[in-house]
């Protein structure tokens, strides 16, 4: 359940602005803090963006008529 959660989380970010979300999968590949790196590149920590994912669960915005959760389509 974990692991779902958390992609559920991750295609989330990705959906919300896929430019901050590459840098900070960039950021965090060079070793970078994540907590420093997702305050410098979202400009607030990460629990207000999972606070923002929650929201958006409850009310049903981030979910499809089957009740899924859209994520970014994979980009190779």
Same mark, same amino acid.
């Given at each position: 359940?974990?692991? *779902? ?14 430019? *901050?979300? *590459? ?5 965090? &590949?060079? %070793? =970078?803090?994540? &907590?420093? #790196?997702?305050?410098? @590149?979202?400009?607030?920590?990460? /629990?207000?963006?999972? /606070?923002?994912?929650? $929201?958006?669960?409850?009310? +049903?915005? #981030?979910? +499809? $008529? %089957?009740? #899924? @959760? &859209? #994520?970014?389509? =994979?980009?190779?």
């Amino acid at each position: 359940m974990f692991y *779902r959660q958390s992609m559920l989380l991750v295609g989330w970010l990705k959906a919300q602005d896929e430019a *901050r979300f *590459r840098q900070l999968v960039l950021a965090v &590949q060079d %070793n =970078a803090d994540f &907590q420093i #790196a997702f305050w410098d @590149i979202y400009g607030q920590g990460p /629990a207000t963006q999972l /606070a923002g994912f929650f $929201d958006d669960v409850q009310s +049903n915005t #981030a979910f +499809n $008529d %089957n009740g #899924a @959760i &859209q #994520a970014a389509p =994979a980009k190779p």
